[in-house]
């Protein structure tokens, strides 16, 4: 079944920690997502991929880096300088960049929690 | 740049009664619509989406929703809910000018159904 895997699916982690979220989709999509879901906010978008080894920021890059390296894997790293990491993220795929009508396709999401 | 305001944050409704989920948005080009569910931990799937023609959209699980374009409006309907129906539902808008990475999330409306 194609799809898109996240992993964990809880991740606790201690203040000052790194930690990197997996995200890897079979579904053969060029653009790649990742989100953050805090209760009565919504979806905020952190990073965005058009394409393998291109990326860019979205509303709240700050204290999150991202590489894609490989069409199918967009690995998210929380890092220490992000104030307040406790979220939970999703990771999202759709067809291709550029056509704002496509269908965006979600993973089951990772809970993190920092300690 | 766009913005979608859902009115309600949480809605009951009672099994087999129908239901209406608000949903406004703001933008100053044309716009694409969608609604997405989220199920408890889970990440969001496309209930339907607006993107021309006809201004009643059907999606699954017997939803549908109106594009209105004088109020402003993409209010989703069930004439008929069920338990499972209980979930987060996410109204969300993109513009034909800026590609898939502009897709801004409302906050969410929580439907919980009543036995």
């Known amino acids: 079944d194609g799809g898109i895997t996240q992993s964990p699916k809880y991740l606790f982690r201690k203040e000052g920690q790194n930690v990197t979220l997996s995200c890897e989709q079979n579904?053969?999509?060029?653009?790649m997502y990742w989100y953050r879901q805090d209760p009565g906010q919504g979806l905020r978008l952190i990073y965005y991929?058009?394409?393998?080894?291109?990326?860019q920021k979205g509303d709240i890059a700050e204290g999150y880096s991202v590489s894609r390296e490989k069409k199918e894997s967009f690995p998210l790293t929380v890092t220490s300088a992000q104030k307040n990491p406790t979220a939970f993220y999703l990771c999202?795929?759709?067809?291709?960049?550029?056509?704002?009508?496509?269908?965006?396709?979600f993973g089951p999401g990772t809970r993190l929690t920092v300690l | 740049a766009q913005s979608v305001t859902q009115l309600d944050s949480q809605v009951p409704v009672f099994e087999e009664a129908p239901v209406e989920l608000r949903c406004n948005y703001s933008?100053?080009?044309?716009?694409?619509l969608f609604w997405y569910v989220q199920y408890p931990n889970q990440g969001l799937q496309l209930l339907l989406k607006?993107?021309?023609?006809?201004?009643l959209v059907k999606g699954i699980n017997g939803f549908e929703a109106e594009f209105n374009k004088s109020q402003t409006s993409f209010h989703l309907r069930k004439p008929s809910v069920h338990i499972s129906d209980t979930a987060e539902y996410f109204c969300?808008?993109?513009?034909?000018?800026?590609?898939?990475?502009?897709?801004?999330f409302g906050t969410g409306t929580r439907l919980t159904i009543i036995p």
């Open positions: 579904l053969n999509h060029d653009a």
């Open positions: 999202a795929s759709s067809i291709e960049a550029g056509g704002s009508y496509n269908e965006q396709f």
């Open positions: 991929s058009q394409i393998v080894n291109d990326f």
């Open positions: 607006y993107l021309s023609g006809s201004t």
């Open positions: 969300a808008v993109s513009a034909p000018n800026f590609g898939n990475e502009k897709l801004t």
């Open positions: 933008s100053s080009v044309s716009v694409y």
